[in-house]
Each structure stands twice: as structure tokens, then as C-alpha cells.
């Protein structure tokens, strides 16, 4: 099942021929959001990374920053040699806050509270967040940040929710006041390969997280800029394939007035290729 995930990106021409119209509205859309906002003052260095799955030791680059966050999938089987492994390279790490949610593959952190507690307590300098908060005061800046596991099902993992009953996945949840987020997959349309979740999307609407960090579609890595903007609007509506010529007119008056990003989208997936045979650094980026 992973392969239908991980799989060789389409080309250009491939993408065009499935569907000229979502392949220029893509290319008009992000071409009107080429930047973010800039950072507050002082700045927070946030270094992000995800699905390492085992390989953790083969990343050639993780910068210093203030935030290490790991969006989930640190194994392959979840075993407890697994987690404790990648959980110590977590903890080596030299950055003063580390933070880290599960992935559909760690299957290590789907064991009771007790097991679970064992595990972690001989990691006191990590922060597992698994559909729950922490705040931090960072450079005299409190940032409030938010993690959960969960991921729309496919085969028997574990940290999924049915497709059928998104509600399951407790996107609700989400803080409306979190700067933040991290998720193991990606919202609908953004960084995912046409494989997010649209009730995530949804959420994201309402919360608008300066930052969210995901992984989960190793192809997708990348980092986007979204503006909540009736433009970003046309543009979703445009990939499902729901829209009339309002929404080209949205989108061609987004690309020309070029709106300033309110929050920025990393899919930080470290491993990629066809066979999961690239390693990739982490992304480091400046709120």
C-alpha cells in the first residue's frame, strides 16, 4: 500500500494530460503566492523533519535551530529497538526544544499509557504531542503548538480514522490560537500529491497556523505559502473539480493582485525516490 503513496511523482506533461484545467490553475495559483509574511520579531527558527522511518542516521544535515519538530513515522515496524533508536537520535539533537507526534508506521506509541510512559520517561528533554498542546516562551515569544497522529486510513495502521468519517479524526480539536501545527499527513490540495484530507483543509481555514508541518506523501516534500484568500478559495475548489467561470475570475484576480501569505505548509518527508532511496535534510524556516 505504501507504494500507492510513495510513488514517482507525475511529470509536467503527465499532469497536464490528466487535467489541463487543475494543472493551470495550480500553476496560476502559486504563482501569484510567491511569498510569506514577514517573520515576527524576534524571530523562532523552526527545523522540520518527517518520515525518516529507521533512516534517521543517515541524515547528512539537521541545522541548529530553536524547534526541532519530527512530524511522525521516526520507524518502519514500530518495534520498541526502533523507537528507542530513533527516539535517542531525537533526543542528541542539539536544539532546546524538540518536538514529536506519531506517524501511521510507530506503531510503538500505539501501546497502552502505562507502556507508553516507560517508554518515554527515558526521554525527558522530548515532547510527544498526540492530540494535545504545548506552549512555549522562545526569545521572549510564546508560540503555542499543536500535534496529532492522525491520517486518512489506508491498509492497518494504526493513528487513522475511517474516510468515510473524517469527524473521527478530531480536527476540532485544533486550538483556534495555535501558531504551530503539526499533522503526519497533508490538507487537502497542498503538498499532497492529491492524496490530503479536505476536513483537515476545512480546519485550516478557521485556525490558520502561522506554520504547519506534515510529512506522511514522500513525494509531495516541499514547502508552500497559503493566503486564505478568495484566490486560495477558487484554487481548492478548482482541484475538486467543483467550479464555473467565477472561479477562474477569483483566481486570475489573485494571480494579478499577488496576496501576501498568512501561513506557510512544509511536507518535510526526509526519504524520497521511486524506492524511498534518496535522503533528504531537514527544512529550516524562520517565524
Known sequence: MDALFD????????????????????????????????????????????????????????????????????????????????LQWLADQPHPHKIFIA?????????????????????????????????????????RIYGSPMTPKFGSWPFQYPRTKPEDAHWDKIPLDTDILITHGPPAHHADHGNGCGALLKQLWSVRPRLHVFGHIHTARGIEHVAWSDAQAAYERIMTNQYSWREFLALLWGIWRVDKAKSTLINAASLGGFRDEERRDAIVIDI
Do not use: W
Open 7 to 86: 510513488r514517482r511523482p507525475p511529470t509536467n506533461l503527465e499532469d497536464f494530460r490528466r487535467n489541463p484545467v487543475v494543472f493551470l490553475a495550480k500553476r496560476g495559483y502559486y504563482a501569484g503566492v510567491t511569498h510569506c509574511e514577514p517573520p515576527t520579531t524576534p524571530r523562532i527558527q523552526v527545523v522540520a523533519i518527517s518520515d525518516t522511518h529507521n533512516h534517521h542516521g543517515e541524515v547528512a544535515l539537521v541545522p541548529d535551530g530553536d524547534i526541532l519538530i519530527h512530524a511522525g513515522d521516526l520507524t518502519q515496524s514500530g518495534t520498541r529497538t526502533e523507537m528507542i533508536s530513533a
Open 103 to 143: 506517524g501511521n508506521h510507530d506503531l510503538g506509541l500505539n501501546v497502552p499509557k502505562k507502556d507508553l510512559h516507560d517508554l518515554l520517561e527515558d526521554f525527558p528533554g522530548l515532547v510527544y504531542l498526540a492530540e494535545s498542546s504545548v506552549t512555549l516562551t522562545i526569545n521572549t515569544r510564546t508560540v
